[in-house]
């Protein structure tokens, strides 16, 4: 029950988007791109979303559209797009043929080191800076992936309709904060934190939103236990984490 | 002299230990999670005993009880009467193969009580009548889909959940349209655009939702909806489970001047035992037989002897009066109260089911910090739901609690000096 535009959505601006995090968190993903020439990359999906990735001074900003770029990657649709992250398809630039080296290079180190913290080995999660550059990516690239799937995904929209208009913050106590901002229904994922939060849940440890995201522990159960403060318009936070559901079936 | 501060450490300790062996802890909405307990530690989560309108937490606490189980306490906890019926019952029969003949006797109740009744089939839950509503409607109609409105809950069916939820499917709710109450015209339109496939309109009597505040029905809105279901072969389908009894003890479609086609009705009805009950009207009676639709306490005589017994309690006394009178004197003072300190507190919906919202801010978050500070001083109360009077509520009681709300005002502004 996911479907490919969906999931390309969540691809780009939430899975290459934590590239921005990874840049800011792990010194190995900087170092990869300093004393490189600035350089962007510009992605471009039909049917479905486009982006451009900006690498610059060891770190990485996205934006959304690509008319700007210097590198080109078109893709014919969602499903082809997808295949790109799941390593199915080898995507061929439009423009920018000579930045060649950096897309074979510097960009896969980049997306294996991405992958690496995504997906991490449980051996690597024993490193406590590894944990915690893991545990933080994920709380961001959940955070977009909620607005993506709040927006394109036909049960997320409907969670997405019955939500009032206000920001809602996701924390975890003492280490990140992130917020949805709902406006007519539309979200949008910020990657930091809220001046004026409607709703709030927060996380009361790295180690519970660790568990949480890896689905090991419940919400629900942990709000019993005092584990996840919850409060504020309950019902904006009650649809957030039926969209919640829905993230680890796209990110599986 | 500053009043006592409920802790609540042993319900914490008792919550870790039924965590291991209880989904949640504690499911549903009688669950932390579920419930709103904004903070945890500001409610009891588990109660030793109970009496008239109190229960004692685990920790010792006493509180005035103005969920009533979310209901079911319309007497008083362990009224006398309701459990002196059940008591000589229980020495009789309770569950057996062929049935006691208190379910005569009780369905000769409900057809003598409730309006529009002219048949009543018995269950054990809110949900199980509602389902068995919307069955009903589906078998003599043969049409397919129910007209819902907005906001609203009639148990935890699957066909009665929507498509976000865990556990329910597309294809499960694939025949629900949607309506926004008190809009007649929407209504309309939905039926004109659906013309033919409609087997039901199911609603509450009015929109007593969570988290929003509660609204009557508009001057003839009930009216022009029952000429609108009788015109188009609609069955109208009232959900009295939360209202029944506490605003006309003939069924709150009688209330508001009209007869349900079906009618559901549970908290109320027996003080805390349980039986639920679905009446309707003749012409439905032969598509209700043909259900293939049982269960294996449905028939069980205890919860029949205690529903009669509560039913001529409640008719006795005049229960709807009692919960007018009573909820419109608390209401009152918690308003004051809360205009003493500077605050501007809403009170929505019925009375006898009055609905409590802060307005001073957007997010709740003031609301719910003023519901803790209440809890804590023994008064309960949820942040989102709206609450229940019960005829044992006292006049002593009231004043005790417009006391705490005061008190839990005044504990609000403290910690707020931003709010001057």
């Not at chain 2, 920790?59 to 059940?86: E, F, K, Q, S, T």
């Not at chain 2, 009618?263 to 439905?284: E, P, Q, R, T, Y």
Request: aromatic share 10%.
């Amino acid at each position: 029950m996911t479907d490919s535009r969906t999931l390309a959505y969540i691809n780009l601006y939430a899975v290459l988007g934590s590239l921005e995090n990874l840049c800011e968190l792990a010194p190995e993903a900087s170092s990869l791109l300093t004393n490189k020439k600035p350089i962007s990359i510009g992605f471009e999906v039909k049917g479905g979303p486009s982006a451009t990735i900006t690498f610059k001074n060891g770190r990485c900003r996205m934006e959304q559209g690509c008319t700007k770029c210097d590198v080109k990657l078109p893709f014919s649709s969602c499903e082809k797009f997808n295949g790109l992250i799941d390593g199915t398809v080898t995507p061929i630039p439009s423009k920018g043929f000579h930045h060649i080296g950096f897309l074979l290079n510097s960009f896969t180190k980049l997306t294996d080191l991405l992958a690496k913290y995504m997906r991490p080995d449980p051996e690597d999660l024993k490193d406590p800076d590894f944990f915690r550059i893991s545990t933080l990516l994920l709380l961001n690239t959940i955070t977009v992936a909620i607005a993506q799937i709040g927006n394109n995904d036909e049960i997320g929209k409907f969670s997405a309709k019955n939500m009032v208009d206000g920001e809602i913050s996701f924390s975890i106590k003492g280490a990140a904060s992130t917020t949805i901002r709902v406006k007519d229904h539309r979200l949008l994922g910020i990657k930091k934190a809220s001046d004026n939060p409607r709703a709030i849940m927060e996380f009361s440890s790295i180690e519970l939103a660790r568990d949480l995201f890896d689905g090991n522990v419940n919400a629900i159960a942990c709000v019993g236990s005092g584990d996840i403060v919850m409060k504020g318009m309950i019902s904006m936070l009650d649809n957030l984490n039926r969209i919640l559901d829905r993230v680890a079936l796209y990110l599986a | 002299m500053s009043m006592k501060i409920n802790t609540h450490n042993r319900s914490a300790e008792l919550f870790q230990r039924a965590a291991k062996v209880i989904p949640s802890g504690l499911y549903g909405h009688q669950g932390p999670a579920e419930g709103c307990c904004i903070p945890v530690s500001a409610f009891p989560l588990f109660s030793e005993r109970a009496e008239g309108s109190y229960f004692w937490d685990v920790d010792g606490n006493r509180y005035i009880d103005y969920m009533c189980a979310y209901g079911p306490n319309v007497l008083g906890y362990n009224d006398p009467d309701v459990d002196r019926a059940v008591m000589e019952q229980m020495k009789i029969e309770n569950c057996v193969t062929a049935p006691s003949t208190k379910i005569i006797e009780f369905a000769e109740l409900m057809v003598d009580t409730v309006a529009s009744a002219d048949w009543a089939f018995f269950a054990k839950n809110g949900g199980d009548t509602t389902t068995a509503a919307i069955m009903t409607a589906r078998a003599a109609t043969h049409k397919k889909k129910i007209i819902f409105v907005k906001g609203y809950y009639h148990g935890v069916a699957p066909w009665c959940q929507k498509i976000d939820y865990p556990g329910v499917i597309p294809e499960d709710v694939a025949n629900n349209l949607y309506v926004e109450w008190n809009d007649f015209e929407d209504l309309e339109r939905i039926v004109a655009e659906n013309e033919g496939e409609i087997a039901a309109f199911i609603s509450t009597p009015y929109m007593h939702g969570n988290f929003l505040d509660n609204v009557l029905p508009a001057e003839g809105y009930w009216q022009k909806v029952r000429k609108l279901c009788t015109e188009k072969g609609i069955v109208l389908i009232v959900d009295d489970v939360r209202c029944g009894f506490r605003l006309d003890l003939a069924g709150s479609d009688h209330f508001y001047g009209i007869e349900a086609d079906l009618i559901c009705f549970c908290k109320a009805l027996a003080n805390g035992w349980n039986v639920s009950a679905l009446c309707g009207k003749d012409w439905l009676k032969s598509s209700i037989s043909g259900l293939t639709y049982t269960g294996s306490y449905w028939m069980s005589a205890v919860p029949f002897a205690a529903a009669i017994a509560c039913i001529e309690k409640m008719k006795k006394i005049d229960l709807p009066k009692i919960c007018l009178e009573k909820g419109l004197m608390l209401t009152d003072g918690l308003k004051a109260a809360a205009a003493n300190n500077g605050f501007n507190l809403n009170v929505s919906g019925e009375p006898a089911l009055f609905y409590l919202m802060l307005k001073d801010d957007d997010s709740l978050m003031l609301h719910q910090e003023w519901i803790a500070e209440v809890v804590k001083r023994g008064v309960y109360m949820t942040n989102h739901h709206n609450h229940f009077i019960n005829a044992s509520l006292s006049d002593e009681d009231i004043k005790f609690t417009i006391e705490v709300a005061e008190d839990a005002f005044k504990a609000v502004r403290k910690n707020h000096p931003e709010l001057g």
